[in-house]
């Protein structure tokens, strides 16, 4: 198993930026394959950002893709989340998610780790 923590949320002006990290405990970092997802004040889940075990590739939500960047560090045991450019509507929890594999997917339910969550909140 492994466990998940995200940190980094806050309140921040439209146009700023901030970035979110997820620490992982348990079972090696490097053998999953990591996501973002968040939920919107009366939305549903949604896919933001993913990256494979290594690092080498990533995937985005068209909602998000060139001003959100995903990254992590396996020597930290860290996935990061940089958010760029805030909008209102990029206002969430945002939660990161561990797979065991390689691959990163989009569905939700392919994430079988995921953590407690993060507030985001983007004001005028």
């Known amino acids: 198993q492994v466990q998940l923590v995200e940190s980094g949320g806050g309140l921040v002006q439209a146009g700023g930026s901030l970035r979110l990290s997820c620490a992982a405990s348990?079972?090696?970092?490097?053998?999953?394959?990591m996501g973002w997802f968040r939920r919107g004040p009366g939305k549903e889940r949604e896919f933001v950002a993913a990256?494979?075990?290594?690092?080498?590739?990533?995937h985005y939500a068209s909602s998000v893709k060139g001003r959100f960047t995903i990254s992590r560090d396996n020597a930290k045991n860290t996935v990061y989340l940089h958010l760029d450019n805030l909008k209102l509507e990029d206002t969430a929890v945002y939660y990161c998610?561990?797979?065991?594999?390689?691959?990163?997917?989009?569905?939700?339910?392919?994430?079988?780790?995921w953590g407690q969550g993060t507030q985001v909140t983007v004001s005028s």
């Open positions: 348990g079972r090696t970092f490097s053998s999953y394959a």
């Open positions: 990256i494979n075990r290594s690092g080498g590739s990533t």
């Open positions: 998610a561990a797979r065991e594999g390689s691959s990163w997917y989009m569905t939700a339910p392919s994430y079988s780790y």
